[in-house]
């Protein structure tokens, strides 16, 4: 019988199997993409690259020391749950050890939110609905295109905390949630999210004392923990919501004060489309439910308030969060449905019992038809939106050309393979995840104390990194002491052979080049 008496059994062991067979699935066609991604260099310096050689030197004992900005990583983003990676570094030392876990942490989710499901309960064809939604969601699959992000355990411990709540395991919900805070800085917006649904679905009396810990804990990191370790480096939080302020609370006082900025920057249609890809990636349940509404606000306006395009779009990773709440808290309307209705059943005086009605409702005889159209009609908006935007195949948008290791991929991983493994690099964007098991290694334009320069006139440059000068360096390298050791179909290697010539016109942006005596 699959109605509410069912919440406190185990999973059977087909849908142990099932879901086994699911996760598995998943993790290898994801992990597939990233390293297909990868290997044809379309990975980037920002992030798969800054990120490996994080861990890469935090292995050896220089904790979040990185050779991209003359600070630590500390002082960039706090991500203390980065250390609990290490011991993966200490076999593999290399970037695609991350790709693989990611694809498997992502699939793993799938565990706890059927599990979730079941324990709320709802039948199984819900559960294995709403596994259908998040495994083709465009949140996922755009997290798995762009890179690695330590972000993607969210899903795994935001599923996790729910089905404790579910299951009346307090301390595994905290335990969650505390972990959720160590992914980043502004992880503490998804900890709150979950201890709101905590309170206000489940009456969970933990759920107020960790919002109040996890609000402590965000201003912690970024009022004092960030700042000591950034110093008087360029600060990232002024370059996103400088115009509202540059710090968490500046930035809450500048949403009170400045009215009109934030109308215009969420009324983009960007920012519209992208609330409505939040919204349909969850088939609209959550706009059933006013209660839950302010935290899946608060995870989605404030990226979009952001002045960065990807995350002021909700593109690549930033998806991940909003779509996550927004699945979160459809599972808590799935809920509240089944129970009206089953409610609405035993007060009806031709059920037999309440457990009959409940039956009734989960399983329906002759129901078959109907279940099936209301599971369609649940995933026919996710379906919809991976099939039209994302970025993994079989899409319309997806571009197959990333997943192509050419001849030029190839010749690529050979000029890799031509540096020495700790020589200092800078190296065009695609290059860096390649070259990041090593202490200096800079993304050009930056030079610093690079021994060896890697470029790709086929490569896509940042525009950020356009922006910074890449072609006025590129066109100074001669002048800055470097010479071409090999080239071949676009791609050249440049060795420093001598000190800059003292020459005028050389770029001062392109970065810190000190001098150098063969």
């Known amino acids: 019988m699959d109605d509410a008496s069912s919440r406190g059994r185990p999973l059977s062991r087909v849908e142990r199997a099932v879901l086994a067979v699911v996760a598995a699935v998943a993790a290898i066609y994801w992990a597939a993409c990233s390293l297909l991604i990868h290997r044809g260099f379309h990975s980037n310096g920002w992030d798969l690259g800054l990120i490996h050689q994080v861990l890469w030197n935090s292995s050896y004992g220089r904790i979040f020391t990185f050779s991209f900005r003359d600070i630590s990583y500390a002082g960039d983003h706090w ?35 059927y599990a979730a499901a079941r324990r709320l309960g709802l039948p199984r ?26 972000e993607v355990f969210a899903p795994l411990l935001a599923f996790a905390a729910v089905w404790a709540l579910a299951s009346d395991r307090r301390w595994l919900f905290i335990v969650a949630v505390a972990l959720i805070l160590t992914l980043k800085e502004d992880g503490a917006l998804l900890s709150i999210a979950l201890c709101w649904v905590g309170w206000f679905a489940f009456r969970e009396r933990a759920a107020i004392p960790t919002a109040v810990a996890s609000i402590l804990y965000m201003l912690v990191a970024t009022s004092v923990i960030i700042p000591h370790y950034r110093g008087d480096d360029q600060n990232p939080f002024t370059e996103r919501y400088g115009y509202l302020g540059d710090s968490p609370l500046g930035v809450v006082c500048g949403v009170l004060t400045k009215p009109g900025l934030v109308f215009e920057q969420l009324t983009r249609a960007d920012a519209l489309e992208a609330m409505a890809v939040v919204l349909a990636s969850a088939a ?14 608060l995870v989605t306006l404030l990226p979009l308030l952001s002045k960065e395009p990807g995350q002021g779009a909700l593109l690549l990773h930033y998806l991940l969060v909003p779509s996550l709440v927004a699945l979160v808290i459809a599972l808590v309307v799935a809920r509240d449905l089944k129970d009206r209705l089953i409610t609405a059943h035993t007060s009806n005086p ?20 109907r279940a099936i159209l209301t599971a369609a009609a649940f995933v026919a908006l996710p379906i919809a939106l991976f099939a039209w935007r994302s970025p993994l195949p079989p899409s319309f948008e997806a571009n197959m050309a990333r997943f192509e290791v050419d001849d030029h991929a190839r010749l690529a991983q050979s000029f890799v393979d031509d540096i020495p493994p700790h020589a200092s690099v800078s190296a065009q964007s695609t290059f860096v995840p390649h070259l990041s098991a090593r202490a ?4 050009f ?30 066109e100074a390298l001669p002048a800055l002491g470097y010479e071409v050791i090999r080239a071949e179909d676009g791609i050249t290697l440049w060795q420093r052979t001598r000190d800059p010539q003292p020459l005028g016109g050389v770029p001062e942006r392109c970065g810190g080049l000190r001098s150098f005596t063969p």
């Open 350 to 369: 031709l059920s037999v019992n309440g457990e009959r009605a409940g039956a009734a409702l989960s399983l329906p005889k002759g129901g078959g038809v």
């Open 284 to 297: 609209f349940l959550p706009l059933l439910t006013p209660r839950l509404l302010p935290v899946l606000a």
């Open 79 to 113: 991500q203390p749950f980065l250390l609990l990676l290490v011991p993966i570094e200490w076999v593999f030392h290399d970037a695609e050890a991350l790709l693989v876990v990611q694809a498997i942490v992502l699939a793993l989710a799938v565990l706890p939110l």
């Open 125 to 150: 064809h819900v559960g294995a609905v709403f596994v259908a939604a998040y495994v083709l969601s465009l949140a996922v699959a755009q997290a798995v295109s762009f890179d690695f992000h330590v």
């Open 445 to 474: 334009p930056r030079l610093a104390e690079s021994f060896y320069v890697l470029l790709d006139e086929k490569g896509p440059v940042p525009a950020e990194d356009r922006n910074a000068g890449f072609d006025e360096c590129k």
């Open 440 to 443: 200096q290694l800079f993304q």
